[in-house]
């Protein structure tokens, strides 16, 4: 949850180890100043005190009663509270001197420390700050007034200069203490503060005026003065409400945004200082089941789960750290200060492990766990954009892993630049003549038993014009996830129906077997694409096939469904590609209108050495016998395997044991001059 008043101030009472050393001589250098600054002063305070009036015992008692009750603001960058006391010490000063203002100024720190459990230090650097602030504020009266009453202008610049002294000396101490740059921590609440202890200020000269003529009269400004106070509240709790989120009281993005920013700009302090723990992490978390909560217990459970979650976010992280809820069921933790993205990762695992303990609502235990995104500063990302993005990329490559956290890869961003330029490049290609070095190879599939070749596959090759050979697998994941999926799709197909086309012309009947991504099956726009070229090209519709990788079709086999029954009707063949390694359900391959299966080739290659690739081969063979659907072995590359799948019963093989994946023209030289084995070699 949102942190409260007492634990803002057990934070700012604290001071991290690393930085204690320069923050402590800061301390001391200040009140040493404020000593100094005020020591004479203070020697002649009896003289003093004997000539002060009624008014004067007045004014301390209200500045003294008035800091029972500072404001205090919320937020890292502010300083701790607004005192009352200002307005009358002011006037003291005004009247009586520097030393009567320090003294009752000290009385009332006293005992605003009491109230708001500040530690010994704090109390006695805080009264350190206002010595000094009253005594440059002294002189500067005194420079521009002499030995004359003090006009508006004198008043002006000496209340200017005890604001600017007062403020400037908390924010470098708390740059000191949390480190990040020193421009955005004066610039935060500046125009706040400055409204609000401006005021006070200024009342002070008003208060000095009104105490020389009649001192009760002053007793009329407490309620003025409890009208600047609510103003103080208001503005502040507004300020604060601007930077949290509502359900959780968490920081939201806002927050999140300037602790990142704040953050960077600290470590890459650290960083130049030499210190070893100079990276941070941000921490992307979004609730696995979420969703299922809301759905069937209704949204009020879903926002006190919310909130649980946010509490045992809050408890679980670091000192220092900052937990964040980013909108729905999404927060984010800034962990700071890290040898090393292993450490993010160690805290990433206890959150997990935290969030796997079911939340228990009315009685309900309700499990909900996480997926974690890491991004570690300044490995992946310098500025919170960057970060945030890596983040996300990896939460998502851990829900799509199964995995509960992952530190961000750039292999598995699809939109590094890298990829981005590449995905250009691929549609630039695509739109060029002669398709930029896009070509298609083919693999010849062989008749086990007759070593005849009834089939080829198509496969894609890309000879970059700069960056050389780009592999398939690279090239299928930058274009799979866009619109140029569906263009390159196009493409392979109208080159596929062509070359069947030139192929039957010149006599050689084979069937040809076509990878195609399960994303192009989502709407039926394929069916009548693939019908209008077997039209216009007058190639038969069974001589083409389509290939569908099993882990992709089983993530959604209903919504293809239409789509491949329409491909049936229209007489093209569907195959599963790279069976045995997803999740088939059996009634999916009985509903689906499948002709073939391919035998991924990890189980083929190993199955001479493995005896359990070799059961699984086997295995399949006789599944897919008993649905009554064809058989391709992939990945045959020696004699052995090829005697094995024999022995086994598979029909159709495809492998370098043939033939290597070939261009056109050479295909056709290589079937003029090659023969192949059969069952009877």
Request: glycine share 8%; proline share 5%; hydrophobic share 50%.
């Amino acid at each position: 949850m949102a942190a409260t008043p007492q634990a803002l101030q057990a934070h700012r009472n604290r001071v991290p180890a690393e930085r204690r050393r320069n923050f402590g001589v800061y301390v001391i250098a200040v009140t040493v100043a404020a000593a100094a600054i005020t020591l004479r002063d203070l020697a002649e305070l009896p003289s003093v005190l004997e000539h002060v009036s009624l008014g004067f015992w007045l004014l301390a008692g209200l500045a003294v009663a008035g800091d029972a009750l500072p404001v205090t603001l919320p937020g890292r960058w502010n300083t701790s509270a607004i005192y009352p006391s200002i307005c009358f010490t002011f006037a003291i000063m005004i009247d009586s001197g520097l030393a009567a203002a320090v003294v009752v100024q000290g009385l009332a720190v006293a005992v605003a420390s009491l109230r708001l459990r500040h530690a010994l230090w704090r109390a006695v650097f805080n009264l350190g700050q206002y010595a000094l602030a009253f005594g440059f504020a002294y002189a500067v009266l005194h420079l521009f007034s002499g030995d004359a009453p003090p006009g508006l202008l004198a008043l002006a610049a000496s209340a200017t200069t005890w604001f600017a002294v007062k403020y400037l000396t908390t924010a470098t101490a708390i740059w000191l203490r949390d480190g990040g740059a020193l421009l955005p921590i004066i610039m935060g609440p500046l125009a706040n503060e400055a409204l609000s202890t401006g005021a006070l200020l200024m009342l002070g000269p008003v208060i000095a005026a009104q105490t020389e003529v009649a001192p009760e009269l002053v007793l009329a400004l407490i309620l003025p003065l409890l009208a600047v106070r609510r103003l103080s509240i208001i503005t502040a709790e507004q300020r604060h409400l601007a930077n949290i989120d509502t359900l959780t009281g968490l920081a939201n993005r806002k927050a999140l945004i300037g602790e990142v920013s704040a953050t960077v700009a600290g470590h890459a302090q650290r960083a130049v200082q030499g210190d070893p723990r100079s990276r941070f992490g941000l921490l992307l978390l979004d609730l696995d089941r979420f969703k299922h909560v809301n759905d069937s217990l209704g949204h009020e459970v879903g926002d006190r789960l919310l909130i649980a979650v946010g509490d045992r976010l809050d408890r679980l992280v670091r000192a220092g750290d900052l937990v964040a809820r980013l909108g729905g069921d999404e927060f984010a933790v800034v962990a700071k200060r890290l040898d090393s993205p292993e450490q993010a990762r160690e805290l990433a695992e206890q959150i997990e492990q935290a969030l796997s303990a079911p939340v228990v609502l009315d009685g309900l235990p309700l499990d909900v766990g996480a997926s974690i995104g890491i991004a570690v500063y300044p490995d992946h990302g310098t500025n919170f954009a960057t970060l945030l993005r890596h983040a996300d990329v990896a939460m998502y490559t851990a829900k799509h892993d199964g995995d509960a956290v992952a530190v961000y890869n750039p292999d598995a961003d699809q939109n590094s630049p890298q990829r981005l330029s590449l995905l250009a490049d691929l549609r630039t290609m695509l739109g060029q003549p002669d398709r930029g070095g896009l070509r298609l190879f083919y693999q010849p599939q062989v008749e086990i038993t007759t070593g005849e070749v009834v089939a080829v596959e198509a496969l894609l090759r890309w000879q970059h014009p700069t960056r050389g050979p780009v592999s398939p697998d690279e090239l299928i994941r930058v274009a799979e996830p866009s619109s140029v999926m569906r263009l390159l799709t196009r493409w392979v197909l109208e080159e596929a129906v062509t070359q069947l086309a030139k192929w039957s012309a010149a006599g050689l009947q084979v069937r040809m077997a076509v990878n195609v991504s399960v994303r192009d099956l989502h709407t039926g726009a394929i069916v009548e694409q693939i019908e209008e070229l077997l039209q216009r090209y007058g190639v038969e519709p069974y001589r083409l096939q389509l290939e569908i990788t099993e882990s992709a079709l089983m993530a959604d086999p209903h919504r293809v469904l239409a789509t491949l029954t329409r491909l049936q009707l229209l007489g093209v063949g569907i195959a599963l590609d790279d069976f045995g390694t997803g999740y088939s359900s059996l009634q999916h391959l009985r509903r689906l209108p499948l002709s073939e299966v391919k035998i991924d080739r990890s189980f083929v290659m190993a199955m001479a050495d493995d005896p359990d690739d070799l059961v699984i081969v086997r295995s399949i063979i006789e599944l897919a016998g008993a649905l009554g659907l064809r058989v391709v072995a992939e990945g045959v590359e020696d004699e052995r395997a090829w005697r094995l799948l024999q022995s086994a019963g598979c029909e159709v093989a495809q492998g370098w044991f043939y033939a290597r994946p070939l261009p056109p023209d050479e295909l056709a030289d290589w079937l003029a001059r090659t023969t192949l084995p059969a069952r009877s070699a």
